[in-house]
């Protein structure tokens, strides 16, 4: 039996009880991720886009070799996970592109060999942010990608589980802002922003 092909999938809670973490064995996304807050956003992933075909999908968080799906409160996980589990795998064994191409940054791999300046303070917070919270926060079916940094505020994108996490705020406040502003000391606060 050929075991290269076979498809496994597990799941992982996550910190947001509407969001649970679909874990493959295979790469969806390799080296990005791609947020679908809605059905009208998923226009360019044809994966998002069968997901959301489920009546109590409500949002879904594509990456490296997991995707986190986000239900709708009313619906329980016990009754729709081997559903979901079985369209992911579905559209795994489908062999058909997850995301367009053109979702995906041309400079991607440009970016990724650049490393920051120790003397920037962006490039600090984002080399932390890159070693410490990052794989964390993926961890728990989510990212976290930094947006700005000016007087002293420190803003930044919560996808995937993250979004609508109850935690996410204790996370941001006490974790995230706690390492940012002994690590950096221009650092005063480190804010979410909706996107």
């Not at 999938?9 to 947001?16: A, C, V």
């Not at 080296?31 to 999908?57: C, Y």
């Not at 979901?84 to 579905?90: G, N, R, S």
């Not at 000016?150 to 974790?175: A, H, I, R, W």
Request: net charge negative; hydrophobic share 40%.
């Amino acid at each position: 039996m050929d075991t290269a092909n076979i498809i496994e999938i597990y799941t992982e809670m996550t910190p947001n009880p509407e969001s649970v973490k679909f874990i493959t064995n295979k790469h969806i996304l390799p080296n990005f991720q791609l947020d679908f807050r809605t059905k009208e956003l998923a226009s360019g992933s044809a994966m998002a886009k069968a997901l959301f075909e489920i009546p109590f999908v409500n949002g879904v968080f594509i990456a490296n070799n997991f995707v986190t799906i986000t239900k709708k409160p009313e619906y329980d996980w016990f009754e729709i996970t081997p559903e979901l589990k079985e369209e992911v795998k579905k559209f795994l064994a489908s062999g058909a592109k997850p995301v367009d191409d053109a979702l995906l940054p041309k400079d991607l791999l440009a970016n990724e060999n650049q490393p920051s300046t120790p003397t920037d303070i962006e490039g600090k917070i984002k080399d932390l942010l890159e070693k410490y919270v990052k794989p964390a926060i993926q961890m728990d079916g989510g990212h976290i990608e930094f947006r700005s940094f000016e007087d002293g505020v420190v803003k930044l994108s919560l996808q995937g589980s993250c979004s609508g996490c109850p935690s996410s705020t204790l996370t941001l406040k006490s974790g995230i802002e706690g390492l940012l502003k002994r690590m950096v000391p221009e650092v005063e606060t480190v804010e979410a922003i909706a996107e």
